[in-house]
Structure formats: structure tokens, C-alpha cells
């Protein structure tokens, strides 16, 4: 097949979505597939080039990319972490891709046979919508997450109209200051449940997620988890009983509003102040990193809160771990969500302390991979943590979650059932 992948998210950056696309396109190349990128310029998380990305790529220059793939490299809009800047941004690459990708492929003979627009870049799938509309070929549609769920429900409802009302009234501003606001009403969500019923597959990365789609009435939705490679995340041996006085407690990723972090703050500065020795780390960037710190130091918490690391250094942290937090707030969105993060967890081995709901909590279970608590949920984890740094050996679990990302999770296994719908939807 000749795949055509849009997305606003990937590689050479570092994320979510930019990982689990090069572990797929990697396999779909191996598989003998042709594969077409179109994103922008990186410049994920910080909305703008690092001086080395930006030598080495420029707007409308076409790469080879690290897996075998073609990379039409379009537009971006430098921006903030806000949504109006990012929405812009958004929408001016993805008005430059469908300009770029239309005169790529006038050529019949040439174009793909299935286009894929992955989300929540929002006007992606406006993009896909359209070329697969006018090339008469398959649209795929990803929602990677409950998608825009979780920006309705969390709700910058009061963040949105404040910031409109200081912003220009020019040109593009107006327009995305329009969507935002009808964004944070709700009306997009309608909109992006219409485009989904166009698509002749769409999937999701959990199950929970695809039955609520199934129940707005999409009609075909499959589900591809996102996952992790076994043969990169290296097994970490349990403790021996009695090897240090101080619990260890990793937190690595985004330190956002959805994580609640500041739960994982609180308990261990009362663990600290009844004198139980535990040490905590927070590592990886986010708008609450900041507020996570200064919250560390008024309440004398035994907290580090630490920058983002290369991946190559991650395997040391979980070394250092007895105990892998993955966190998410009370949101009800969240019980349709898996923290990608978890799946790369579960393969190390390390025990985790699961403040999840619904089916990442569900995940937890099924593979005896930790202790679950009820999100946001200060006195639990005061408790549990209390009870681990007493006996260690509770944090052992003897290779469960391994197994467990083995039958349900591992690179290889996803891109297999992906290569299965994309064949489906074509024909081939």
C-alpha cells in the first residue's frame, strides 16, 4: 500500500504520538509499504524550533525520514501553551499541508491509496476529510485520545472567553478565538463526531473510548492501543529487602493539569513530617512544573522536581525506582484514557502506584502490576506508601506487567493489527 500519514506531531520530536508513529511506520516500511509523512517543522513541546531543528528542517522541503519514510515538512506558527496560539497553530499547518500535499500528488498514478489523519490536532482531520474526498480514496481517522472530550469537559470555559476578549480582533486570531470559544461550549465536539461518521475506519486506543463512539453512532471503530517496544525497555530486577532506607517514588512525563500532580506533593510531605523516609521524583516539563516546585519547597516536601530527559536516560531512573506513579485527575474523560507512558512501565517490571480510573486502572489489575487508587486520592496513597516503605518486598511483581504488554501491548502486535484495518479499508 501507498500510506499517506497526517499528523502535527512527529519525529525528530519526542512524544506520544511521535513515538508510537515511528514504531508503526518502521514496521509498516518493513512490511514493504510505501509511507507518506506530512507534518510541520518540529517544534514540539516548546512551539518553536531548537537551533539544530531548525537547520536541518525547512517548510516545504521533502526528507527522508529515520524509518525509510518520505517527510513533506510544512508550515507552523511559533506559539505559546495556550490553546488560542496552539489552535493557530494548528490550523496554519494544516491550511499549508493540504496546499503542499494537493500539488505533490496531482499525478493519479502517484497518490496513496489510504490517508490517514491523526488527532488532536483538530483541523488534521478537516485535511484528511478533503483529500480523500477529492482523490476518492479511504480516510482513516485516529482519536488517540477521547478527543475533544477532555478539552470540553476540563474546560478552559472561563480560561477561553477572558483570553479572546484581550486578544485582536484581526484576521486569524478572530477566527481561532471564534473556534476556541465554540470549542470550549461543546459545539466542535458535535462537529468532530459528524467528520468521524465519514471516515471508513476509525480508531481509537481504547476500548472504553470506542464504545463511547460506537454509542454516538460512528459505525466502524477498531482499537489500536498504543504500546512499547519489549526489546527496547529492559527488564529492572527487584529489590533485595532491606537494600536502603528510603522508599523511592518516580513520576517521568507531563506535568499538566490532567495529572493532579500536587496530590503526589502533599502525601509525601506528610509522610516526610511523621518520619517516613521516602524519596520522590518528578521528572519531565509541563505548565505545572513550576507551581509543583514551589509547592515542593513551602511544605518542605522530600520532592525533586527535575527537566525533561533524554529517553537514553530513562532506564537509570527506573533502576532508581521502587515505585512508578502514573497519575491522572478525577475527570471523567480520564476513565476512557491509558497514559501511554503506562504500557513502557508495565514492561519494566517496576512495581506502579496507579492513582487511575476506569480503563487504565483496569490495565493495572489485569496484569498484577501494582497498587490501584481512586484518583486525587491523598489519604490512599499516604497509606500505601506508609505500607511499601515498611516492607518492600510488597513492591515486588514479579514480572506481570511484562507479560502483560507481551500479549496486549508490544510494538509488533499493533502494527500488525493496524496494517489488518488499513488493508480492510483498501481492499488489498
Known sequence: MRILLLTHYYAPEFGAPQRRWSALVRRFIASGHQVTVAAPVPHYPGGRPTPTQRRTHHVGSVERGAQGETVLRTAYLPHRADILSRTADHLVAAGDSLRRLLARFVRPEHRPDVVIATVPAIPTLLVGRAL?????????????????DLVTHVG??????????????????????????????GQVHENVTGWQRGAQAVVTTTDRFADVLVERGIGHVDVVRNGTDLNAV???????????????????????????LETVVRAAARLHEEGTALRVRLIGHGVQATELA?????????????????????????????????????????????????????????????LLDGEAADVVREAGAGDVLRPEDE???????????????????????????????????LARRYLEILAGVTGR
Not at 479572546?164 to 461550549?185: D, E, N, Q, T
Not at 513551602?298 to 537514553?312: C, D, K, S
Not at 491522572?328 to 517490571?349: H, N, Q
Open 156 to 185: 478552559p470555559a472561563g480560561a477561553i472567553p477572558a483570553a479572546v476578549a484581550h486578544a485582536s480582533h484581526s484576521g486569524l486570531l478572530r477566527r481561532v478565538s471564534k473556534w476556541a470559544v465554540a470549542l470550549a461550549k
Open 379 to 413: 489519604d490512599a496513597l499516604v497509606q500505601l506508601w506508609r505500607r511499601l516503605a515498611v516492607d518492600r518486598t510488597q513492591t515486588s511483581i514479579n514480572g506481570s506487567g511484562r507479560r502483560w504488554v507481551a500479549d496486549n501491548a508490544d510494538d509488533e502486535l
Open 234 to 260: 529492559h527488564t529492572q530486577r527487584d529489590r533485595e529487602p532491606g537494600h536502603r532506607s528510603e522508599l523511592h517514588c518516580l513520576y517521568l512525563g507531563n506535568m499538566g493539569r490532567s495529572q493532579g
Open 132 to 148: 480523500a474526498a477529492r482523490w476518492q480514496i479511504p480516510l482513516v481517522v485516529e482519536m488517540r485520545d477521547a478527543w475533544p
Open 294 to 354: 514551589a509547592l515542593t519547597e513551602e511544605l518542605g516536601a522530600p520532592v525533586e522536581v527535575l527537566p525533561r530527559i533524554p529517553h537514553r536516560e530513562v532506564g537509570a531512573q527506573y533502576a532508581w525506582a521502587d515505585t512508578v506513579i502514573v497519575s491522572l485527575r478525577d475527570w471523567a474523560p480520564f476513565a476512557w484514557t491509558v497514559p501511554s507512558k503506562l504500557y513502557e512501565i508495565l514492561a519494566t517490571g517496576r512495581h506502579i502506584t496507579a
